[in-house]
Every structure is written in structure tokens, then in C-alpha cells.
């Protein structure tokens, strides 16, 4: 895709999907109250299903700065020691990894200077953000998510990196799994990242992995919908763009103002939806509160 045919694609889903004004929630404008109330009548069986990784700490060709996990206590001798004493334990990540789940705020991108609405990017400073963090979704997401397996569709059990996932594969994936994806929703994007990584092991996925093809951006506004999930980073490597690295990013967050979850995990929720036969589910996300923070580590939790 040439960098004149992504800048008008750009311009077009801006000025589709613009909100003027408000709480800059963007896309989340779609997820009304009533959209919440009729999501929870997805539930059936009550089934929770977990949709993040487990929290790595080993280094690896994806992961180089992996989170570190300590224990500050208990201290030496209390194991033993009479009286009450407490285990304590202390975590750091890098929020934006290529192996962690989490979820990008809609300051995370900068484009020209601006952040998503015209938000000037000087509003971002050593001490946090001043618009758009995270901390507009400290309530939480709570909406009717809908998984799309693209390998299913394609009947193979993952998509091999450089890979794209079109437009054109999202409505065949609804058609074949009988589900649409309406206004509002939390569309999970199968891609199989994770199963690969598990089968072959994992790769440095700065230069090769699988996303969705800029164009599939139109998907996701025509339906309005109000988060885009995936199990890889939802962005192609390389890039299908000329000069561009990371063209979903850019039009889901800054010209659409769609947040995204990256690197989440399916591989038990798949199997879930296909033994109940529906696709559909109440998906609960609660980001932590760290005003300031341009995303958060994230465990969404689907509810069947």
C-alpha cells in the first residue's frame, strides 16, 4: 500500500468515526448503557473464560525486557519465626511488550505532533499523561465481545507471520460462524499467534508477525465498533505500508480513536465458543487505575 493511498484511507476513517467534544472516550461512544444491559443477556452458561497470557519474566526473541517479578518478603528467619509475618512481592513490566496482554490508552499514539483528536502531543510528560490515558476507562469495559478465528476460517491452525488478515476475511469468518459483529461490540481477531508460539516456540516478532490489513480498518468503522482485540499485536510485520510501521495503530487509535488489546490469548475461548456454538459473550475488561498511564497490563475475562 503506498504512503498516499494509507493517507487517504487515514482521512477517510477520520472524518467517518469523528467525535467532536465529549470525554474523548472515541469509539467507546458506541458502547451506550443499553449496549451494556443487552450484553449481559449473552450469558448462558456462566462460564468464565480468561483471554490474557500468563505474566512472563524470562527473556526471549520477543520479549528482551520481560517484567520482573521479586519477593520482598517474607524476610530471612520469619519462615520459622514465631508470631505473624507476610509474604510480599513486587512487579515491573514494560507495559507496550510484544508477549504481555495489555491494553493501549488512547494517548499511545503520536502522529505529527498530535495525539487522537488534535490532542497535542506536549500533553505527554516525564510525569504522565495529561489526556487520554488510561484512566478514562478506570469504570472499566464491559460490552458484548465477538471472536473471529480467521485460521478456522481459513482451516489451518495459524496464520504464518507477515500474514494479513483482510476485510474480506472478517465477513467470511461472521458467515461462517453465524455471528455479525454490530455497534458497540469488543471484536476478538484470531489470528493464532499464541498456538504457534507455543507449538514452534517464539520469534522476534518486531520483524515478522501477523495483523490486519489497513484496509479491514473499514470493518470496524462501518459496524462502530468500540475495541479491537488481538492475539498478536493486530499490526502486519513487515509493515504492508511504505513508510509506515504500525498502519492499525495509526487508524484504529489515532484516527478513529478504536483502543486496542494486544497480544491476548484464545486458545481456551475458541474451543469454548465452538462447543457452545456461538461466538458471542459478555467480555468484562478491567484495565488498572494508573492515572497518567498510556495503556495497562489487562486480563479480560469472557463470560459464556
Known sequence: MTAAAFRELYEELRHSTRQDGG??????????????????????????????????????????EPAHHRMTGPAAGEL?????????????????????????????VIVDGELYGGVPAHTLTPEGAGELSVGLVHEGIVGRGVLLDVPRL??????????????????????????????????????????????LGAWKVSEARVGLHPPAMRFLAEREVAVLG??????????PVDGTDFPVHVLAMHGMGTYLMDYLQFEELAPACESAGRWSFLCVVAPLRLPGATGSPVNPIAVL
Open 80 to 108: 520459622d519465626a514465631p508470631g505473624l509475618h507476610f509474604a510480599r512481592d513486587r512487579l515491573a513490566m514494560n507495559i507496550h511488550g510484544d508477549a504481555d496482554s495489555h491494553l493501549d490508552a488512547l494517548c499511545h
Open 230 to 239: 488481538g492475539d498478536g499485536n493486530n499490526d502486519t510485520a513487515p509493515s
Open 154 to 199: 481459513r482451516g489451518v491452525p495459524w496464520l504464518e507471520p507477515g500474514d494479513v488478515v483482510t476485510l474480506e476475511d472478517l465477513t467470511a469468518a461472521e458467515q461462517a460462524q453465524g455471528v455479525e459483529v454490530g455497534a458497540g461490540d469488543l471484536l476478538l481477531v484470531r489470528v493464532g499467534h499464541r498456538l504457534r508460539r507455543r507449538e
Open 23 to 64: 470525554l474523548r472516550l472515541g469509539a467507546l461512544r458506541h458502547l451506550t448503557p443499553e449496549r451494556v444491559v443487552a450484553a449481559v443477556s449473552e450469558v448462558r452458561t456462566g462460564r468464565t473464560v480468561s483471554l490474557a497470557a500468563p505474566i512472563e519474566t524470562r527473556p526471549g526473541p520477543d520479549n528482551p
